[in-house]
């Protein structure tokens, strides 16, 4: 079974002193005296200035920003996508949620920043609030046409090959349920 995100991070960390000379601690502090603010410009500071590889520069600057799922406590990630103007589509989310979790027990619900990923070995889809009034269901059906309310995903999230629009919990139907439950087979 492949790692999951938060397990190889945590590899990466307890690796980080034998391959780049330094502790997470040491390569936060370096971080924050570059005076970079923004995610990309720590990971460029770290790799042009220090000679760091990008996944060891993408993790600092991650905890750097505290921007990652690690960082933040899973329920503080969520509550802060369905929050405010998006309060209301967390009925939407809550039974996306419990569709995904009657898939089977290896269903991993795994917050980032702005969605929620769903894995199995690998990710077979995602749950983002994208606007005031709808919900993203991003999944993973490579291979299939794009049909109808399966929309390819664009340039929605490059994670998933599809999208499925939703806007109040009953658009999670038996339709869009046999389409996540295709992509939770097959990851």
């Known amino acids: 079974m492949s790692k999951s995100p938060e397990e190889m991070a945590n590899t990466m960390i ?3 002193k034998e391959k780049t000379g330094k502790t997470l601690q040491q390569w936060i502090a370096i971080a924050r005296k570059s005076g970079e603010e923004k995610h990309g410009a720590i990971v460029k500071h770290l790799k042009s200035v220090h000679g760091m590889t990008h996944g060891f520069a993408n993790l600092v600057a991650h905890k750097t920003l505290k921007s990652d799922a690690g960082s933040v406590g899973d329920t503080d990630l969520v509550h802060a996508q369905y929050s405010g103007p998006k309060s209301e589509l967390k009925p939407i989310y809550d039974a996306v949620i419990k569709a995904a979790e ?3 027990s290896d269903v991993e619900i795994s917050p980032k920043k702005s969605y929620v990923s769903l894995r199995r070995n690998k990710q077979f889809a995602l749950v983002q609030p994208s606007t005031r009034t709808r919900v993203d269901l991003g999944i993973n059906l490579q ?5 109808g309310r399966l929309e390819a995903s664009g340039s929605f999230n490059a994670m998933v090959s599809h999208r499925v629009r939703l806007a109040k919990p009953e658009d999670l139907d038996d339709e869009v349920k046999g389409w996540l439950e295709q992509a939770y087979s097959r990851a």
């Not at 291979?143 to 049909?147: I, K, V």
């Open 143 to 147: 291979g299939e046409p794009a049909s």
């Open 102 to 104: 009657m898939l089977g």
């Open 14 to 16: 307890a690796n980080m």
